[in-house]
DNA sequence: TTGATTTGTTCATTTCCTGAACTTAGTGTC
DNA sequence: GACACTAAGTTCAGGAAATGAACAAATCAA
């Protein structure tokens, strides 16, 4: 078992990359002796190793690493049928993909993970001894022990304990998590908001997800629920929300909205991309469905921003470009909805994802757990 | 100088009220015998003192409470002239109360403090050696080691180090804050949000403010921007905002904008009260403002709940009562614009406040920093 | 009165970190 | 190429803050 000081010491590494003993000491405000000890005994049960060497004046100071393949997750997320199901390493690398069928049940579902468990195992030599969790992202509320999902229209779930039943029937720690809030840890572990404390992740697709990072922490909100922008209202007395109230985010600028709007107004397309083919034809309806979803989340972001202040707003989608008017509306939105003096100083990434993103993101939740140690969040 | 750990103890009996030694050990994960030391220790330091004895099975455990004269604060509110300034214990009782020009030149200000300085002092025998800091709460943009301010239109100030001044010139450790933020603290130290840790206020007055509590502490924001909800485009092609944008919820929301609607309507009130007054009589304008009004901070509110998922909201007001049709379309709007499965689940308080509301604030920076410690947030 | 129960203290021990001195491995200069 | 200079990293004695176990204290229940 790790001690506290060790993980921290995991975590800036993971968070800003190779650094040298004397960096780390400082970051963490420890002395060069302690710091000594630690990566030592991290070096000795091989966490970490050297990698290259910093000349300048003086000593030339040596930079520590993570050696990526010192611990292993299992991702599964259970928002498509199959339910994909990943094992990566501690830098997001995946190293095996697998698929178990999804199911409401979830004595089904922990037995169909403890099935696939050993094929995925079986890729890597190491995987199986320094497997670290599991982690599952799912459609709904999770509570703040990130063990049970409280609620879960998707899954037809309420307060269902599915992280104690994977964990007693896999013995492999479990944690389960919201999608978005998933996807936000990955960015965080293994992608571009690595070195960022204060962050947003809006995942765009069928539906829209949201989720904060704050002090370099997740943020769950007082009942798991931080990040439900899908349901701000945006178009006051707008079209109706499956949510039961009106102009929700969710009814004009998610992607299935949009195809709604789309063959409501006769077109046949079903991607965003043939859309835009026909806006940048000079289709006045493609136009308006475009430009009314964009400035839709444009407004809805612009708010995020006046009210949290992040330090980046990362937009994560799996359809065509956002390069068209979609995309540039949707700028444009948030530059005019933030305050003059703020707009353009909080960067809008824009990020195309591929299908491995809810998987990736349900094994962050694990290797975040293996870096911030149990009963912690 | 205290202990990290002896900062902790104050914290959470500051917090929770009250607490037994064992209680304390539990919730701070330490062993009895650690909290048998640091509480003798604080005791000897005149910090804490044994209150009532609470029995039940077994020895009756003794609780502790904070001495609330252990520490002195001075607390200093730009945003008036005269600006009030404060002396508080650590219960955020106000001692004794003064007051200083409001100037421009912040080396005219940190001379005006300590010229007040010793008078506030004198009217505890103890405040004058146990002073612990003066906090400064104006309105502005703050950095994150709350000494400089970034930018204040107020007071036509950018990039001041206020902080600095008034400690060299007082010798007493200084912070400033935002005006909301700092209302924010002192609810969270003084107020109905001690044992809070996810909230958010609204300072309801001639502008809105507002500011979150995350995880038990301030979230300051990437750029100490966190909580402007008053530039959230609200209506969005609306009225013109002094910001440069339109449809800020400023310009609809505020006192001074309903003022300004009520004028424009012919209406010769000055208060909020008097324009109720005038709704409840039927007038049909004086309706029409209200009901825009509350609705728009209701919507505001609602989207910063679906956001953030705080544990509670509570909005701090000057002007006389919420009973009216602003507070009952507020709340309305509230209920009608979150997630219908959450609505109510998120306690919206309001409060009526007194002129003592930022000075308070300002105090209160002091005595979180007391608290909590030097090079913490 | 006796036992059960829980609070709080004491003390030896452990854990983790620090400060200071030292070693190591380079650069820059004459 | 010898020399000082600089900064990285190690070693080691010592110290602060915690722990665990045993114990003392104060009450309730039978």
């Known amino acids: ?75 599964v997320s259970l928002l498509e049928e199959p339910a994909p199901m990943i094992l990566s390493d501690l830098n997001g690398k995946i190293i095996a993909r697998g698929s178990i069928p999804l199911s409401r049940d979830p004595a089904v579902v922990a037995e169909a993970i403890a099935q696939a ?42 307060d269902v304990p599915l992280a104690r039943i994977v964990q007693e029937r896999c013995g492999i720690e479990t944690f389960i998590e919201n999608d978005a809030k998933a996807v936000a840890v990955s960015e965080k572990l293994f992608g571009s908001a690595r070195d960022i404390q204060n962050f947003s992740v809006v995942t765009l697709g069928d539906g829209i997800g949201c989720a904060h990072f704050i002090d370099g922490k997740l943020y769950r909100g007082n009942h798991g629920g931080a ?4 349901h701000c209202t945006i178009e006051p007395g707008g079209s109706p929300c499956r949510c039961g109230k009106r102009g929700c985010l969710d009814t004009v600028a998610s992607m299935k909205a949009v195809r709604e709007m789309a063959r409501a107004e006769g077109f046949s397309c079903d991607t965003l991309v043939e859309l835009e083919t026909e806006a940048s034809k000079g289709n006045a309806a493609a136009i308006r469905i475009l430009h ?51 707009a353009g100083q909080t960067p809008v990434r824009v990020k195309r994802v591929d299908g491995d993103i809810w998987a990736r993101g349900a094994a962050s939740i694990a290797a975040h757990k293996f870096l911030i140690g149990p009963h912690t969040n």
């Open 227 to 230: 990040g439900e922008i899908a």
């Open 292 to 342: 009314r979803a964009g400035s839709a989340l444009g407004l809805a972001i612009a708010n995020l921003i006046q009210m949290n202040d992040p330090g980046l707003i990362l937009i994560t989608h799996v359809e065509g470009s956002f390069d068209g008017l979609f995309g540039t509306v949707l700028k444009q939105a948030v530059e005019a909805n933030v305050l003059p003096r703020y």
């Open 1 to 75: 078992m790790l001690t506290p000081s060790q993980r921290q010491l995991l975590r800036i590494i993971s968070e800003s990359g190779p650094l040298s003993r004397t960096e780390m000491a400082q970051m963490l405000g420890l002395s060069k002796a302690a710091m000594s000890g630690l990566a030592r005994d991290l070096i000795d049960l091989g966490m970490l190793h050297e990698t290259d060497t910093v000349y300048g004046q003086g000593r030339p100071s040596v930079r520590l690493d993570l050696y990526p393949e010192c611990a292993f997750f299992i991702g």
């Open 117 to 158: 468990l050993p094929d995925l195992l079986d890729s890597h030599p190491d995987a199986r001894e320094k497997l670290a969790g599991i982690g599952i992202a799912l459609s709904g509320f999770v509570d703040e022990t990130q063990a049970n999902c409280v609620q879960s229209t998707l899954l037809n779930w309420q």
